[in-house]
């Protein structure tokens, strides 16, 4: 099947990938010259397992091309995807300017019938105003032309992004037209080989189950940490309430990790956008409004621990003179995106109460200088930065970080005192190995091992 789709950002680029890898002819588009020539020379804009080496092979074989045509890319594909960013406006409700604009490229550059498919996450009604806005270019041009719009929302996590798109757990096709429906199955049916997990539903119900499933999982999140939160109040042990729970198979296993609180391009935007949603529509969302609030506070908790651990009785710069190493600064483990991470709160805070920050990452320092410029020190070896440091705070889960070398760590560090973040080691062991150290909900709120 002959495709283009509009935006080579991460959902856009990885569609595009693997929709060439399962034999159809795509093309991506992007306004963004520097990045569709890099992508010509094999320059990959984003990190995610796996995708530069699809990109390349299915460049090399002829499936997969890039563009700032426009015009061309619409009149030679059958289906045009949509997947250009919604960036939350100032009232968190999702900026659909990006979008309408490529529905209005696709109305003047149509010469037969099309299809038209929603990727992005927008909210409820947006197919409405794709199909006014392609009907009105029609109209300017004095055309009539057949087409049908489509929402398909996606369902990738990054660092996971090939596998859920390559296997999907479901493919959600919005639509009220049995032919549109066909082709749409037509073209994910490479995907579906072991076990058919279509779902076809109106337009309206497609747009709102995107929304509704990262609320329900940014929702488990903020119920965990604010269950750990209790824990480290009541001296129980989170991990042990988790497996307790968990094993209900009402409940399950999956987004119950209590940690730093969610962050990335999806969970925040999204659920700011369907408290907006709701507001336009008189309703007052406020389980989501206390899911926000809940995560903007757990950012927090990490930075707290370590200034009523390290600080001096100087209020306004409690950590002057002490350093934290910090592992991790992507929102999470496989990828470089520091959108809304919590990295970036926790090291604002230390920074702000006069402490000295070192970073690691496997992949997120590029994306960190952006941030925090010089203001904290880098390095690509994760011991490096523990030299006389005051701390240790584990951010993100990264594997490099699950089973480290606890004898180094402890020789590195002035004080062994570490602060984790995402409860990756066990309590007791890190007491017999001589640690300070302080998890979330495992230790009624004290250090595990010496009281500082």
């Known amino acids: ?58 460049q090399a074989e002829g499936r997969l091309s890039f563009t700032t045509d426009a015009v061309a890319a619409v009149q030679s594909s059958l289906v045009s995807f949509i997947a250009v960013g919604t960036p939350p406006g100032e009232d968190g409700s999702a900026d659909l300017q990006y979008v309408v604009g490529v529905a209005r490229q696709i109305g003047r550059a149509m010469t037969g019938y099309k299809i038209i498919v929603d990727k992005s996450t927008v909210p409820v009604g947006t197919a409405d105003k794709v199909r006014v806005a392609i009907q009105e270019e029609l109209a300017l041009r004095g055309v009539e032309l057949e087409f049908d719009v489509v929402s398909n929302p996606e369902f990738l996590k990054e660092g996971a992004a090939i596998d859920d798109f390559m296997k999907p757990d479901r493919v959600v096709i919005g639509t009220d037209n049995v032919r549109t429906a066909e082709i749409m199955k037509e073209l994910y049916d490479p995907f579906m080989r072991k076990q058919n997990r279509m779902i076809v539903m109106d337009i309206r119900s497609a747009e709102m189950t995107k929304y509704a499933a990262n609320a329900m999982l940014a929702t488990r999140i903020s119920f965990m940490n604010q269950i750990a939160g209790l824990c480290d109040r009541m001296g129980a042990d989170v991990a042990a309430v988790r497996e307790g729970i968990g094993s209900d198979t009402r409940i399950g296993y999956d987004f119950l990790f209590p940690g730093p609180g969610y962050g990335g391009s999806c969970f925040p935007k999204d659920v700011k956008a369907l408290i907006r949603t709701a507001e336009e529509c008189s309703y007052d969302f406020l389980l989501l409004k206390a899911v926000e609030d809940v995560n903007e506070r757990q950012k927090e908790v990490l930075a707290d621990k370590l200034i009523k651990l390290l600080g001096s009785p100087d209020e306004e710069k409690p950590l002057t003179g002490r350093t934290v190493a910090c592992w991790g600064l992507s929102f999470k483990p496989r990828t470089d995106d520091m959108r809304e991470a919590p990295a970036i709160t926790i090291i604002e805070r230390l920074l702000a109460a006069g402490a000295t920050v070192r970073a690691h990452d496997p992949e997120a320092i590029k994306e960190a200088r952006k941030v925090f410029g010089d203001r904290i020190e880098y390095s690509h070896n994760q011991y490096d930065i523990l030299a006389n440091a005051d701390a240790l705070a584990v951010i993100t889960d990264w594997s490099e970080y699950r089973n480290p070398d606890f004898d180094r760590i402890k020789a590195a560090l002035k004080n062994p005192i570490i602060v984790d973040g995402r409860n990756l080691y066990k309590p007791d062991r890190m007491v017999s190995a001589g640690f300070s150290y302080i998890p979330l909900g495992r230790c009624g709120g004290t250090v595990c091992g010496e009281v500082i």
């Open 1 to 58: 099947m002959k495709i283009c789709i509009f935006g080579a950002g991460y959902v856009g680029l990885v569609a595009a990938a693997c929709f060439a890898e399962s034999g159809n002819s795509v093309i991506a588009v992007d306004v963004d010259e520097a990045k569709i020539n890099g992508l010509k020379e094999g320059i990959i804009p984003i990190y995610e397992p796996g995708l530069k080496d699809m990109v390349l092979r299915n």
